[in-house]
């Protein structure tokens, strides 16, 4: 069945506003299952960990199912293998510090001029740490498409490691991350996979691409602001976790420090619950029968199916409409036939104006959307665009609607005419 999607909107109170939400990588609204899920937590069990007592035993259980949740979410072999943070960013440096420790004077890494900052900083910092050196794989400028000549090159090597991205924020590529994965683990290189752009439009499943590491951020997918890693059990077993002494050497808590923000773990179970919901009441027509998916992961897996064939109508009216406006020169991949090879992110110049400005015009149009480099400064340097503020970013989820689309349309059309 297609999504219903005034039926899906009414379950995000910010739609309510009126304002069209095309901010979303940046951050998505949030639905009311979370919402309900970090009141009710709030109210009924806000307590400490392992407490002998009922509120404490209640938060317990409730860090357990949102553990589980993420584990069907992500289709790992076990909720051991989740650990919840403040956010991506904040688990990449705490990781790196525990991984690079595996890495000796002289050793090889390898990260991408395609990727956020955040998965490309921390194993730089590291690096220099260790004194272990750093091969970069760049990107296509006409296409945004990660080099993968240039990555074989730098897996020739042998590398330790390799931080790569699913899906760029600032371009909307989808890498073809399992094929990368497998070139990486033949030459025996750790692989991190930064999965926060990818994770609101497609299907994680981390034992099929064989991950050591996937990181998210949940309020990218309709949750509240935190991050959320999945690490092979083994791997995270024979890590070195820098905590305080009192705290456990089990898994997953081995490397979930100090107090963790309990409401916000509720909050990314009511997430996973939204997508139980899409997937129960949009997704009975998806069958997976080369997996033996069951369960919530078989429902999560649904859920993601629809959403993705609702957002390629979204990606292709995008593209199309970006296409059609005078001065407007988009980043990225721009082939309105290979619209499966990216999310609906897309980043673009209009004429001779400065991003901030195009921004502003569009947020007292009541369209919300992104100036600068979000992060991704390694692309905003290639393409040259650094210095100048940037681009302009517009994103689609599947809550946003053909009719705001058209909008936005309407809108660039009044903007470019300051040009």
Not at 93 to 116: C, F, P, Q
Not at 164 to 185: D, E, Q
Not at 196 to 225: C, E, N, T
Not at 316 to 345: F, H, I, M
């Amino acid at each position: 069945m297609p999504l219903n999607i005034p039926k899906i909107r009414a379950k995000f109170p910010a739609l309510a506003r009126p304002a069209i939400f095309f901010d979303g990588p940046g951050g998505t609204q949030i639905c009311q299952q979370s919402l309900d899920r970090m009141t009710t937590y709030l109210v009924d069990c806000n307590a400490n960990h392992e407490g002998a007592f009922a509120t404490s035993a209640a938060s317990d259980a409730v860090l357990d199912e949102a553990h589980q949740a993420m584990a069907d979410f992500y289709n790992a072999a076990s909720p051991e293998e989740i650990v919840f943070g403040n956010n991506m960013t904040t688990l990449t440096l705490h990781l790196s510090r525990s991984i690079s420790k595996m890495w000796d004077a002289g050793d090889e890494i390898v990260v991408t001029r395609l990727d956020h900052d955040a998965n490309v900083t921390p194993w730089v910092l590291a690096a220099e740490d260790r004194g272990a050196n750093v091969n970069w794989v760049g990107f296509d400028v006409e296409d945004g498409t990660l080099n993968l000549d240039e990555l074989e090159d730098a897996l020739a090597r042998k590398p330790k490691f390799l931080a790569v991205g699913y899906a760029s924020n600032s371009l909307g590529t989808i890498n073809p991350i399992k094929k990368i994965i497998k070139m990486a683990h033949k030459v025996g290189t750790m692989v991190y996979v930064d999965a926060v752009q990818y994770a609101p439009h497609g299907m994680i499943d981390v034992q099929d691409l064989d991950a050591d590491f996937l990181v998210s951020s949940p309020y990218k997918y309709f949750g509240p602001h935190a991050g959320v890693l999945y690490g092979k059990k083994q791997l995270l077993e024979e890590l070195k976790a820098y905590k305080v002494r009192p705290a456990s050497n089990h898994l997953p808590s081995k490397f979930e420090t100090g107090t963790q923000n309990h409401e916000g773990i509720a909050g990314v179970l009511g997430a996973i619950e939204y997508f139980e919901w899409i997937g129960n009441e949009f997704g009975d027509e998806y069958d997976f029968p080369e997996k033996d998916y069951s369960g919530r992961t078989l429902t999560l897996k649904k859920a993601m199916k629809a959403i993705g064939i609702y957002e390629q109508e979204l990606n292709q009216a995008l593209l199309a409409t970006l296409s059609t406006v005078p001065g407007l020169v988009l980043y990225g991949p721009n082939d309105s036939q290979k619209t499966e090879e990216r999310v609906a992110t897309f980043s673009f110049r209009l004429g001779d104006l400065h991003p901030r400005k195009v921004a502003e015009a569009f947020g007292e149009r009541g369209i919300y959307v992104w100036d600068g480099n979000y992060y991704a400064l390694n692309i905003t340097e290639r393409l040259g665009l650094e210095d100048s503020g940037g681009m302009v970013r517009v994103g689609a989820t599947h809550y946003n609607t053909l009719e705001e689309i058209k909008k936005l349309g309407e809108a660039l059309n009044e903007i470019a005419k300051m040009s």
